[in-house]
């Protein structure tokens, strides 16, 4: 039976499975009771796809916030100086604030004095 947003719940439990789990889509589709010809034809439909990139955007917010706490222990605990270095660097090139590259502005003048000589004066000279 399909919901408003036009799935099915089978195609809802498909998409946490193939967010959430190391699962490949044949287990998925043993698991939720569906061929595997089934799952790829899912594939092809628009309201099946928003909604798997939905849940893919939600995973990557959650992940998101556990890997920015993760790094902020790594900032905190200076056992390590390197790691704590890395993750201090991270965190600053992510927010515009350092950078691997070196920019260098180079403003020399040279200072060049050039003398012309006519070719007749040359011939005289010698």
Not at 94 to 110: A, F, H, I, R, W
Request: hydrophobic share 35%; glycine share 4%; charged share 35%.
């Amino acid at each position: 039976m399909k919901n408003m947003e036009g799935l099915t719940e089978a195609q809802y439990k498909a998409i946490a499975l193939l967010v959430w789990t190391d699962k490949g889509k044949q287990e998925i589709a043993d698991e939720i009771g569906v061929h595997r010809v089934t799952l790829y034809r899912w594939y092809k439909e628009d309201d099946f796809m928003n909604e798997l990139q939905k849940e893919r955007r939600n995973k990557f917010v959650v992940y998101g916030d556990v890997a920015t706490k993760e790094l902020m222990k790594l900032v905190k605990d200076d056992s390590d100086k390197r790691t704590q270095l890395q993750a201090i660097k991270m965190i600053l090139g992510e927010n515009g604030l350092c950078s691997d590259k070196l920019q260098v502005e180079n403003t020399t003048t040279t200072e060049l004095k050039i003398t012309l000589f006519d070719s007749e004066e040359e011939e005289t000279e010698e």
